[in-house]
């Protein structure tokens, strides 16, 4: 009955996200709710109650099509708005407790973050729209991109199928794509002693590999000139968060594994 409601409403579904059909609606399961460890006492009724509407606001994974469709203001939701659509016979908008309004996350002290991460950057975009309305020089995807203003590198072995991924959500996430390392290098030897808000990522992957020596001996310039502001040494789950939160996180909370990377990574936290 389901497959004939959907054929009924002429919904188009598409497995991937593409920008060339103007997906106007995600579907994705939520987070299973946490099990309840200690039986529930008189007067917690509706607490409980809350906390699972709170539960159902996370979707249950965070995938690449999720995230390029919070980066495009594309609402997300659970299954439970076409199952009910299907019962109903008709169209109509998501309700709030249909609204997925984050993304999980898998780094320790951003969990807090993440509260409303994909409503924040559909907000932010509806802004920025209006803003653009008004002046036709403005870019609306500018205005909120989480990356805005960064140039990113990635080091180290990134598998061709994650490297391709990264690329499209740094681009999309508003940052550009350093695609060598002498052009990194030269980024970091061009930085002046005047305050910028342009920033030099350095990202790296989950390996033991070492940082490239010309990479390794810039950022110590860098930072020695007193440049370490303007760079950022973090692991490759930083674009993941920072697109969570809608919002370019600290360097702090994402240490690079590697040793080198980890020893850059200090060196800017100075």
């Given at each position: 009955?389901?497959?004939?409601f959907?054929?009924t409403?002429?919904?188009?579904?598409?497995?991937?996200?593409?920008?060339n059909?103007?997906?106007t609606?995600?579907?994705?399961?939520?987070?299973?709710?946490?099990?309840?460890?200690?039986p529930?006492?008189?007067g917690?009724?509706?607490?409980?109650?809350?906390?699972n509407?709170?539960?159902?606001?996370?979707?249950?994974?965070?995938?690449?099509?999720?995230?390029?469709?919070a980066?495009?203001?594309?609402?997300?939701?659970?299954?439970?708005?076409?199952?009910?659509?299907?019962?109903?016979?008709?169209v109509s908008?998501p309700?709030?407790?249909?609204c997925?309004?984050?993304?999980?996350?898998?780094?320790?002290?951003?969990?807090?973050?993440?509260?409303?991460?994909?409503t924040?950057?559909?907000?932010?975009?509806?802004?920025?729209?209006?803003?653009?309305?008004?002046?036709?020089?403005?870019n609306?995807?500018?205005?909120?991109?989480?990356?805005r203003?960064?140039s990113?590198?990635?080091?180290?072995?990134f598998?061709?199928?994650?490297?391709?991924?990264?690329?499209t959500?740094?681009?999309e996430?508003?940052?550009?794509?350093?695609?060598?390392?002498s052009?990194a290098?030269?980024?970091?030897?061009a930085?002046?002693?005047?305050?910028s808000?342009?920033?030099?990522?350095?990202?790296?992957?989950d390996?033991?590999?070492?940082?490239p020596s010309?990479?390794?001996?810039?950022v110590?310039?860098?930072?020695?000139k007193?440049?370490?502001?303007?760079?950022?040494?973090?692991?490759?789950?930083?674009?993941?968060d920072?697109?969570?939160?809608?919002a370019?996180?600290?360097?702090?909370?994402?240490?690079?594994?590697?040793?080198?990377?980890?020893?850059?990574?200090?060196?800017?936290?100075?």
């Amino acid at each position: 009955s389901l497959h004939i409601f959907l054929q009924t409403v002429q919904l188009r579904i598409c497995e991937n996200f593409s920008k060339n059909i103007s997906p106007t609606i995600c579907v994705m399961p939520v987070a299973e709710q946490k099990k309840q460890r200690r039986p529930q006492r008189k007067g917690r009724k509706q607490k409980k109650k809350a906390d699972n509407a709170t539960n159902r606001l996370t979707a249950n994974s965070r995938t690449l099509k999720a995230m390029r469709s919070a980066l495009d203001g594309i609402p997300i939701v659970s299954p439970d708005w076409i199952y009910r659509l299907s019962k109903a016979g008709k169209v109509s908008a998501p309700d709030s407790e249909e609204c997925i309004q984050t993304l999980p996350t898998k780094t320790d002290g951003v969990e807090s973050m993440t509260t409303c991460g994909i409503t924040s950057t559909a907000a932010k975009l509806q802004w920025a729209k209006e803003q653009q309305a008004a002046d036709e020089d403005t870019n609306a995807q500018e205005i909120i991109a989480p990356l805005r203003n960064c140039s990113v590198l990635l080091i180290a072995s990134f598998a061709k199928e994650k490297r391709s991924d990264m690329h499209t959500l740094i681009t999309e996430a508003g940052g550009d794509v350093i695609n060598t390392a002498s052009a990194a290098v030269s980024k970091l030897n061009a930085l002046s002693g005047e305050e910028s808000s342009q920033r030099i990522v350095l990202l790296c992957d989950d390996s033991a590999s070492t940082v490239p020596s010309g990479i390794a001996k810039a950022v110590e310039q860098a930072t020695a000139k007193g440049h370490g502001g303007d760079i950022m040494v973090v692991h490759s789950a930083w674009v993941f968060d920072c697109i969570t939160c809608s919002a370019m996180l600290d360097a702090k909370l994402f240490a690079p594994k590697s040793k080198k990377g980890k020893h850059l990574w200090e060196m800017c936290q100075k």
